[in-house]
């Protein structure tokens, strides 16, 4: 069974601009959550999807935003990026009621 | 609120010795999971063990065990025989029956396996 993929692996943006990362989750596997990861911070959860649905969200302002489509694939898009958004961000997966996340091998973001 | 504690930054450990790493967490939920994963310098977090809080023996998955101590909210990690590859970033992670999704992940662990 193929694993969580996210696309692109590497970018490079400006500030201001806007960015749009994809997390293709393990077939079956019906929530997606996203997480930043910052050599400051850690690892900080931004929200979750289910079905379609944001079932979760972390404590990130509202330039970050997701969704997710039928097919369970998943996209989190960056409006108006600043330098602290330069970031390591990974997708995971799991099935309905589990605990344990499967995570992609992440987006490194870089914000110039 | 719930939160992850992990004391070591850092650990070097001779290859195939036995090595211990430490994480306490908190929380006011009886209901929760406790989760250790692997981050190589590729950045891929990579799922080891998983422990319930009502499973009432320790976790095993090959050379990784979990060492759990509910009543000191301890789940320290146990890798017996280190290898060479398991030089890495190792992360203990929690996540709540009420917060459903949400994973909280410690600051980290980075173990360097000597030969």
């Known amino acids: 069974k193929a694993g969580v993929t996210q696309t692109p692996r590497y970018l490079i943006k400006t500030r201001g601009q806007q960015v749009t990362l994809s997390c293709s989750p393990i077939?079956?596997?019906?929530?997606v959550s996203w997480y930043q990861q910052t050599p400051g911070q850690g690892l900080q959860f931004l929200f979750e999807?289910?079905?379609?649905?944001?079932?979760n969200k972390g404590n990130f302002p509202g330039r970050f935003s997701g969704r997710q489509f039928s097919n369970s694939r998943s996209e989190m898009n960056v409006s108006t990026l600043e330098l602290g958004d330069s970031a390591l961000y990974l997708c995971?997966?799991?099935?309905?009621?589990?605990?344990?996340?499967?995570f992609g091998p992440g987006t490194r973001l870089t914000v110039t | 609120a719930q939160k992850i504690t992990q004391t070591q930054p850092g650990m070097f450990v001779q290859e195939k010795e036995a090595v211990t790493l430490d994480c306490t967490y908190d929380?006011?939920?009886?209901?929760?999971?406790l989760f250790w994963y692997k981050q190589p310098s590729s950045g891929e977090m990579i799922f080891l063990i998983y422990q319930g809080s009502y499973d009432e023996q320790n976790a095993t998955e090959g050379r990784y065990s979990l060492n759990f101590q509910k009543a000191r909210k301890s789940a320290n990690l146990v890798i017996s025989a280190s290898q060479l590859g398991d030089s890495a970033m190792y992360f203990c992670a929690m996540r709540e029956s009420s917060s459903a999704s949400k994973i909280i992940f410690g600051s980290g662990t980075r173990l360097s396996i000597r030969p």
């Open positions: 929380t006011s939920d009886q209901s929760y999971g």
């Open positions: 999807y289910f079905s379609e649905t944001q079932r």
């Open positions: 077939s079956g596997h019906r929530s």
């Open positions: 995971a997966s799991s099935t309905a009621g589990a605990y344990e996340q499967y």
